[in-house]
């Protein structure tokens, strides 16, 4: 197990730093630099700005000199637009995004695997029916309409919660459902999916003939095989829950790490940019690295092989 | 009292293809402490008569149209769910067909065993599992307590089987419904088994439903037989009536068209030689005797005197030798970790064949035998040895000079389900072939060879257009022996190819393979575990254990004079009808 473990975070070493490669030179392959905007600024200014952000030096030279700070340092650099250091940026947004994703992601397993189970047990009847529109909405509609839809209904019609800010709890509830409602559509359908392949299966019907009621042969039997497919699922979109959304962060006001996504690159901002985006990668790396974990923890068969 | 009493039991399959009488108009009854053998082919209700008896046919699209099944003064066919559940798996519990699918991968042997007992009866979990461990080594499970805590995929097929009875015996039934519970397993360990059915038959007085499609094991096994043949019984009776004086023209084909090791027909009767079907504008169907059947019978007979054994003289040059054959696979291993283990798949192998005979390949499952089939291909990579094919050996050849000889040798797989690609007609699946090896000159002559291939299998053109799914199992394995022929090879490796198919349809492609070699000089590798078939189709024969070569001689030599232990256990462990 411990071996799987290394063995894979290894291999995450290499993802991140190829990740990094290929960000690194996309924004080279840019037209313009930071300092390139509307504003006029005199041509030493800028030149002394480069020189600050060592933007000056060789591609190359800057090329291993991040990846140096990064590995000894754990320094993601400095932001060119904001002035402050991206590790101190990331250390703010990332736990307003974290306990957002958080609170979505559960609504998604909370919501979504009932509706995939009920609609596996009950193939073709109006639960499933109702069930897999509600999802197919779910990944249709997207959040710039949910989010207002929500602020209308439940903000100012009903008033239940604030209509936009981060300030009390009950704040995260809006932005929370509308960040998840795609994931919980996927993880319904996946269930879904997952569970009438297994309720098909020979070992079903064994557990019938032994006369066990129909929610033990779903729970016992069925449950554990059915979920893998959403399983394997939830770990890259946890990832992408917790590393925030731009527009759902822009539609309640919640000071979230998808604003730097789009803002870095507005701002042509090197370091902001690969520090996030290496950021993410990380998460995609160590969330994947826990849903393989999960899956080995479900699936015997899978747990034999990693050994 | 009879035990189960089924009258006039009908189960129909409504879709919207039309409605599938899967079970029609079925009586039958068994007592306590008595064994009944129902017999009959794929898709003539055996299984689904089984399944509706407990209940567990899904609904739609199964639908029980009518009949009564009575047991214990209970009609089960109308007893409420709860009240069947309650019988299910305690008083009447079932053994599946495949010990693979059946068990529930994700849970523990013994957690699974246990299961029936927990549901059924008010003890602790301790309790139920020390009784599950007990019957699990009553059945035959070694180490039973170290090994229960296993999930299925640790166990072999043999010892699944095994748990999947345990798990039926545990509450100690009245009636066991055995649904195929041997098809899945070697013989040796079917004879192991077929024993504790005995045992308990005979010990508590059991009663069992056993189903199969192999005559054999149900003459070993059965005290009564109940034959079914598309959904009706067509003759029931005690076993030595029916194996030694059937009445009924299907039984009587069923009976002759399987290979025995007495068999002497150069050419197997077929069911159709013995039976007439007709269909009624109702639906419902007639079966009657062939008024020639008599002839017919006579007729192969008379094959045997006149044609004697055509292919015996002096052609006894080696045609392929295979020397010191070695397949190694290695599992596991990666970038960072050394491979774990090496399994000797085939260690130290020799064989030679001789043009326009068949060397038959028999041993257990696991022994190598298919290995060593797709090695001499170099379909597997060979990790030692020789492969010489007309003087040319074959493990030295890179993969650019192998495709001429590929035209010469082909390979019919076990499964035609698997092996015809669903996607392509067979116009497409047979013109392929010839595309790659770039014979005949254009589409309209390739055409004409396919629908002349067709015709040579007992395919017709009105088939050129269709796809595989529209065609049954038989019919497959005979559009997969065209596709092998379709680039004319001296030298075909049969691997399994019949093991997946009722014995009825095995002696129609086995007559075809028989009918090919002799108008074509084919060279055959007959690779089997069934040792009545490979008798039946060999001259010289190869008996394989464990990689190895453990007896090699002629057809009769290996039968009538075995001389490795291994061979005479293998020989004794089939079931036979004699009496």
């Known amino acids: 197990m411990l071996r799987f473990i290394t063995y894979r975070l290894l291999q995450g070493i290499i993802v991140l730093i190829a990740l990094y490669t290929i960000t690194f030179f996309l924004i080279k392959a840019m037209p313009g630099d930071p300092f390139t905007g509307e504003k006029n600024i005199a041509e030493e200014t800028k030149q002394l700005m480069r020189e600050k952000y060592g933007l000056n030096e060789s591609v190359f030279h800057q090329y291993f000199l991040y990846l140096k700070n990064v590995f000894t340092e754990g320094s993601l650099g400095i932001s060119t637009s904001k002035a402050h250091s991206v590790n101190e ?13 958080l609170t979505a992601l559960s609504f998604a397993i909370g919501l979504g695997v009932p509706i995939g189970v009920a609609s596996a047990v009950r193939k073709n009847s109006w639960i499933d029916y109702s069930g897999m529109a509600l999802a197919m909405v779910g990944i249709c509609v997207p959040a710039f309409t949910v989010g207002p839809l929500l602020q209308i209904m439940l903000s100012m019609k009903i008033p239940l919660f604030n209509v936009a800010g981060w300030e009390t709890p009950r704040d995260v509830i809006l932005p929370a459902i509308t960040l998840g409602l795609v994931t919980t559509a996927y993880i319904a359908r996946l269930t879904r999916s997952g569970m009438l392949e297994i309720l098909s299966q020979d070992y079903i019907r064994t557990a019938h003939a032994k006369g066990l009621p129909v929610s033990r042969v779903v729970c016992k039997h069925a449950l554990r095989g059915g979920l893998l497919p959403a399983v394997a699922y939830i770990g890259p979109a946890f990832a992408a829950l917790i590393s925030g959304s731009f527009i759902v962060e822009t539609i309640f006001q919640v000071p979230g790490m998808g604003q730097h996504f789009v803002n870095a690159t507005k701002a042509r901002d090197p370091f902001l940019l690969q520090g996030v985006v290496l950021f993410f990668g990380l998460l995609i790396v160590i969330m994947n690295l826990a849903a393989d974990i999960l899956t080995g923890f479900l699936n015997p068969r899978v747990r034999l092989d990693q050994e | 009292m009879s035990l189960l009493d089924i009258k006039n039991l009908k189960t129909y399959f409504h879709t919207r293809a039309g409605t599938t009488r899967a079970v029609d108009d079925v009586s039958f009854s068994i007592d306590k402490g008595e064994i009944v053998g129902v017999v009959g082919e794929s898709g003539s209700g055996k299984s689904v008569t089984c399944h509706t008896l407990l209940g567990l046919l899904p609904q739609p699209p199964a639908k029980v149209e009518g009949g009564s099944v009575t047991f214990d003064g ?3 066919l109308d007893l409420p769910s709860p009240l069947l559940r309650a019988i299910r798996g305690k008083r009447i519990s079932m053994i599946f067909q495949d010990p693979m699918s059946c068990l529930n991968p994700y849970l523990t042997i013994l957690d699974q065993v246990a299961e029936p007992i927990l549901t059924h009866e008010d003890v602790t979990k ?20 170290k090994r229960a805590r296993s999930y299925p995929h640790e166990f072999s ?46 010990d508590l007085g059991v009663g069992v439903i056993f189903v199969s499609h192999d005559l ?32 009924h023209p299907y039984v009587k084909g069923l009976l002759a068209c399987r290979p ?12 159709d030689d013995f039976l007439q079907t007709e269909e009624a504008p109702d639906g419902s169907l007639g079966l009657y005797e062939r008024p020639d059947a008599e002839a017919r019978l006579a007729e192969l007979k008379r094959q045997i005197d006149t044609g004697g054994n055509p292919k015996e ?7 392929l030798k295979v020397k010191d054959l070695r397949v190694h696979f290695t599992s596991g291993g990666g970038l960072l970790s050394k491979p774990h283990e090496t399994v000797k798949a085939v260690d130290g192998v020799d064989l030679s064949i001789s043009k326009g005979q068949t060397l038959g390949l028999v041993g257990e499952s696991g022994c190598g035998k298919t290995t060593i089939g797709r090695a001499i291909l170099r379909l597997v990579k060979l990790t030692a040895g020789s492969v010489v094919y007309d003087e040319t050996n074959l493990a030295d050849l890179p993969p650019s000079e192998l495709l001429p000889y590929r035209k010469r040798m082909q390979i019919i797989f076990q499964d035609p389900y698997a092996s015809l690609n669903p996607r392509l007609t067979i116009e497409q699946a047979l013109i392929e072939p010839m ?5 005949e000159p254009n589409r309209s002559a390739r055409r004409d060879k396919v629908v002349e291939l067709l015709e040579e299998v007992g395919l017709s053109v009105d088939h050129l257009l269709r796809y595989p799914h529209e065609f049954s199992g038989g019919q497959r394995q005979r559009l997969c022996v065209a596709r092998s022929l379709a680039v004319e090879p001296e030298f075909l490796v049969c691997d399994e190819c019949v093991s997946a198919m009722d014995v009825s349809v095995q002696a129609q492609v086995l007559n075809l393979l028989r009918e090919l070699q002799e108008k074509r000089n084919l060279t055959y590798l007959f690779i089997s575990h069934d040792l009545s078939v490979v008798k039946f189709m060999s001259d010289e024969i190869a008996v394989m254990r464990q990689g190895r070569i453990e007896e090699f001689g002629t057809a009769t030599d290996i039968y009538e004079n075995p001389q490795s232990d291994y061979t005479r256990e293998l020989l004794d462990a089939v079931p036979r009808a004699d009496f």
């Open chain 2, 435 to 439: 595309k790659v090896h770039g014979l």
């Open chain 1, 89 to 101: 940026m990331i250390g703010q947004s990332f736990p307003v995004s974290c306990i957002l994703g």
């Open chain 2, 74 to 76: 209970n009609d089960l």
């Open chain 2, 216 to 247: 054999g094991v149900i003459a070993e096994v059965a005290d009564r037989v109940v034959v079914m043949y598309k959904g009706k019984v067509v003759e029931q009776g005690s076993v030595e009536s029916i194996f030694e004086n059937p009445s």
């Open chain 2, 157 to 202: 097929g043999g010892m699944r089987q095994r748990a999947m009875i345990a798990m039926a015996l545990v509450t100690n039934p009245d009636l066991i419904l055995a649904d195929e519970p041997t098809t899945a397993l070697d013989v040796t360990v079917q004879a192991r088994i077929l024993r504790v059915l005995r045992d308990l038959r005979d």
């Open chain 2, 126 to 145: 301790d309790q139920a599992e020390g009784r599950a461990i007990e019957m699990m080594k009553k059945v035959g499970i070694r180490d039973a307590e």
């Open chain 2, 313 to 319: 003289s002096g052609q006894n040059e080696s045609f």
């Open chain 2, 260 to 271: 025995t090791f007495e068999t002497k027909f150069r050419i197997l009767p077929t069911v």
